[in-house]
């Protein structure tokens, strides 16, 4: 048995997009993978967030976005705030809970949640799960020392 065996699937959707978060207030300039230059690379993604314990979220956040590595980029502390204000509209007892990011949801189905209208059970039918997680910080930890991916 492999370890990709052991990665569970919650989305019914085909995994289709890396994802990282990242420390700093500012969104990246450059793709960390390929380098290409992201500056006005945004797309605006519908994100599922499960919130601890047990509170699925769905967020809408532009994101920068390389195409070429089909990686979404989002700063931590944006992601946080946005979070929050969600979070006091509907159950202020989770701020500052633990959260995950697991994947996107296609656009009508969030639009459909905005309306109200939004059943778990569509979420996840609709759901992509990431197929990997990047760690930026890491990674720029791992630059600036002159190693890559040692």
């Not at 519908?46 to 956040?61: E, S, T």
């Amino acid at each position: 048995m492999t370890n990709q065996s052991l990665i569970y699937q919650l989305g019914m959707q085909e995994k289709r997009y890396l994802f990282a978060l990242h420390a700093g207030d500012e969104p990246i300039d450059k793709c960390p993978n390929c380098q290409t230059y992201l500056k006005g690379k945004e797309k605006k993604f519908a994100l599922f967030i499960l919130v601890q314990p047990r509170r699925p979220v769905v967020l809408g956040k532009t994101c920068r976005y390389c195409s070429k590595c089909r990686l979404i980029m989002l700063p931590r502390p944006s992601l946080e705030a946005d979070l929050a204000a969600v979070l006091r509209n509907h159950d202020p007892a989770l701020i500052q809970n633990d959260y995950i990011v697991l994947g996107t949801v296609n656009n009508a189905t969030w639009a459909k949640g905005l309306m109200g209208d939004q059943l778990y059970e569509e979420i996840i039918a609709n759901l992509s799960d990431f197929s990997g997680i990047v760690d930026l910080d890491f990674m720029d930890r791992r630059i600036s020392e002159g190693k890559w991916f040692d």
